[in-house]
């Protein structure tokens, strides 16, 4: 590992060779169509058909087209120009939908944040990308945003904030202080770049850091993978996609998600929430061909299922990925929900692997499926770096035509996290079979994962640490029945230990994200080590004391 190597420069984007980027538009692969355009073929085909139904609006493919048009007019007239940063922060709504490809159709670059993120997440990417707006909700979706909105704006001169309501309706507030102008970190020959050769959207890295990395994805990058993720995932202009995950995940947007189903013309549900009651009411009325989850969720529909009395036969595909899905559980998606089982193994930085429709069972129960295009490059290495044979663990190293080379203005990160030839070092560790599929086994990146929910354990500990009955913390996974994984945090006490209700109130005034609070607090006089320096947690269950 090259983790001494001299920093690199902090690019918004790095970017691909230029050889290796001709060759990717000779190929094909990379079109030169921007994200902005996606509407428009489906609403010239066929304006009438359903597009996006949300709790919000039912929008057909003319009406959502004139709906982007309408929006990035709106944009235009606040000032926003082409390649300004703004973050969209949106629960699942049609609203979502159209502010998002509004904002491409204006040339800006949205910064995906999460509904549920708070202070501490909004600020950084605020602080980080120098944003001139914050779009979030007043109200829309039974969401409100507006006394967080107005605490990111006291903190960033300059911010605009969007807040958009249930009807259709916005309430903008304009901060007046001039904004600070700070010098873009281009990359050489940015003038050259082609508009679709450059960031079309930061998308949110699970992190391993302290402070949580960008992912600049292109229009040429990222319309790939969705291109090439519908006719894995027989998305076509029948499919009716339910959006049961939060809707700024890669996941939800692209694998193939909203973009996928809007690119082939089909329609998009908004699920406010995944829970069975709703969701399977959702299938059920809204005849659901086609969904993506995370394994909670995925055990929570085969929980209920047996129990409801919903009419479930319109869902021929359920797409599960995110984490882990345990093989018992993947073996009774069929019988129990009636759907195919397509496993999915992504990630915001670029990858994704699908299980084949043409698979047998047992690859698709007991793999995470192969890589989407034969472009995408994949090792699997060892602590060395030296490639290991199919079989064996490894971890995974990878690069191709929709992996990013670089993260956000990150350029001593990136040195780490990228080989010297452009390989992404994912942290994960997998098997690779001869088929290529890959089976996802554990990981060595400093992150928990609680069903799919990604938690940068370096992050937490160091808000943790600022609270004064705190003088060592370390977080660690432990196994949960249904998350797979959550976070417990094991402190020593400076003083009298401070309760568990103290340490939670103490990260949400902090304006943490609710799903990255611990779920446990363990007080301890020693945090043991094991020989890689990481807390041994199998020692510290047998000395626990609850906090
Ligand atoms: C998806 O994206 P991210 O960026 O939230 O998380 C990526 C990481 C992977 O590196 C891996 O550690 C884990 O999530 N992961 C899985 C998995 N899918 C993702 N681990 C085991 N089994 C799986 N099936 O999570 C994401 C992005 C696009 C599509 C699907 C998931």
Known sequence: MNSLSTPLPDLDLTPWPGSLADRYRELGLW??????????????????????????????????????????????ELGWEPGDYVVLQLPN???????????????????MALANHRFAEISQFVGQTRAVGHVCAGGLGGVDHADLAATVRDSAAGLTTVLVDGQGGHQIEQDPRPRPQLPRDLPPGWEDLPDSGRVALL???????????????????????????????????QTRYLVALPCAHNFAMSSPGILGVLLAGGTAVMAPDPSPATCFALIESERITMSGVVPPVALMWLQAAPRRSHDL?????????GSRLPDSAAARIQPVLGCRLQQVFGMAEGLVNYTRDEDDEETVTTTQGRAISPHDEVRVVDDQECDVPDGQVGQLLTRGPYTIRGYFRAGEHNARAFTRDGYYRTGDLVVRHPSGHLSVVGRVKDQ????????????????????????????????????????CAVLIPAGEPPTAVELRRHLRE??????????????????????????????????????
Do not use: M
């Open 313 to 321: 036969s319109s869902l021929e595909r359920l797409l599960v990925g």
């Open 448 to 487: 928990i994962n609680r069903g799919g929910e990604k938690i940068a354990v370096v992050e937490v500990e160091s808000h943790l640490l600022t609270h004064p009955g705190v003088a060592e913390v370390s977080i660690v996974a432990e196994p949960d029945q249904l998350l797979g994984e959550r976070a």
């Open 93 to 111: 709504t049609a609203a979502f939908v159209t502010h998002l490809i509004s904002l491409w159709r204006a040339g800006l670059v949205p910064v």
């Open 510 to 547: 902090r304006g943490l994200a609710d799903y990255k609070i611990p779920d446990r607090f363990v007080v301890t006089d020693e945090l043991p080590r094991t020989r890689v320096g990481k807390t041994d947690l199998g020692t510290i269950r047998d000395e626990r004391t609850s906090a």
């Open 31 to 76: 079109t030169g169509e921007l994200l902005g355009d996606i509407t428009r073929e489906h609403a010239r085909l066929h304006p009438e058909r359903e597009a996006i139904v949300g709790p919000d609006a039912r929008l057909d493919h003319a009406t959502l087209e004139s709906e982007v048009e309408r929006l990035a007019d709106c944009w235009r």
């Open 203 to 237: 998308q949110l890295s699970g992190g391993s850091t302290g402070t949580p990395k960008l992912i600049p994805r292109t229009h040429d990058d990222y319309l790939l993978s969705v291109r090439e993720s519908n006719p894995i995932c027989k998305t076509t202009e």
